[in-house]
C-alpha cells in the first residue's frame, strides 16, 4: 500500500493592520509551517507595498514554492490582504 503524504494549506484574508502576520507566525511555530507574507517580503526589499508589477512576481513566486512545499507534505501558510 502507497501512503500519501498530505500538508496542509491555509489560506488568510483580512485588512491590514488586524492582526494576520502575529496570529499566523503563532500557527506556523505551533504547526510546523512555512508562512508566506508579501508585506513582508516587500518590506524587507525596500519595495512599494501597493506596486502591482513586483507583487505579483512575489506573489507568483509564493505560489510555485507552496505547491512543491504541499507536494512534499509540508503544511504552508499565505498571507493576503494589503
Do not use: F, H
Not at 511555530?29 to 513582508?40: K, S
Request: some cysteine; glycine content about 10%; charged content about 25%.
Amino acid at each position: 500500500m502507497t501512503s500519501t503524504i498530505r500538508g496542509r494549506l491555509i489560506i488568510v484574508c483580512g485588512q491590514p493592520a488586524s492582526g494576520k502576520t502575529t496570529d499566523r507566525r503563532n500557527l506556523a511555530t505551533e504547526n510546523g509551517a512555512v508562512r508566506y507574507c508579501p508585506d513582508e517580503l516587500l518590506a524587507d526589499l525596500g519595495a512599494n507595498l501597493w506596486g502591482e508589477q513586483l507583487r505579483e512576481k512575489v506573489e507568483a513566486l509564493q505560489w510555485k514554492q507552496t505547491k512543491e512545499l504541499l507536494a512534499v507534505g509540508v503544511t504552508t501558510i499565505i498571507e493576503l490582504g494589503t
